[in-house]
């Protein structure tokens, strides 16, 4: 099943978020989804409900990002986008993901001084 998954975002340009306003609050807050992880190591553009898109450090630059009600326009948006437009959003995308990176390593090097 975990290859199958692997081949799937090897093969995919893009990832959908499913969290819904009413359903996935704490989304919003103080609990990831296991989305965002996959979209980073894959180098998949998400397609992502604004009220979620900045908890999870998203803007237009690297996200396709839709208003409650509109994923139609977001699905349509991401078919018909071209291909500049693409390499910039992964651009920023691996941009996002190394600056995660480096905060990691940064909170960890804090944790060992202290621990020390």
């Not at 969290?19 to 989305?35: D, E, H, P, V």
């Not at 965002?36 to 990002?65: G, Q």
């Not at 390499?87 to 920023?92: D, I, N, P, R, T």
């Amino acid at each position: 099943p975990c290859l199958e998954l692997q081949s799937v975002l090897q093969n995919s340009h893009f990832i959908l978020f499913l969290l819904q306003n009413n359903i996935s609050y704490q989304y919003k807050f103080n609990s990831s989804s296991g989305t965002m992880p996959l979209a980073l190591n894959f180098n998949l553009i998400p397609i992502i409900e604004e009220s979620f898109a900045k908890f999870y450090c998203l803007d237009e630059t690297n996200a396709v990002i839709y208003k409650e009600g509109q994923l139609d326009i977001a699905i349509k948006r991401s078919c018909n986008m071209k291909y500049d437009e693409y390499l910039k959003m992964q651009l920023s995308l691996e941009s996002l993901k190394l600056n995660f990176k480096e905060r990691s390593l940064d909170n960890l090097k804090v944790i060992m001084e202290k621990s020390a």
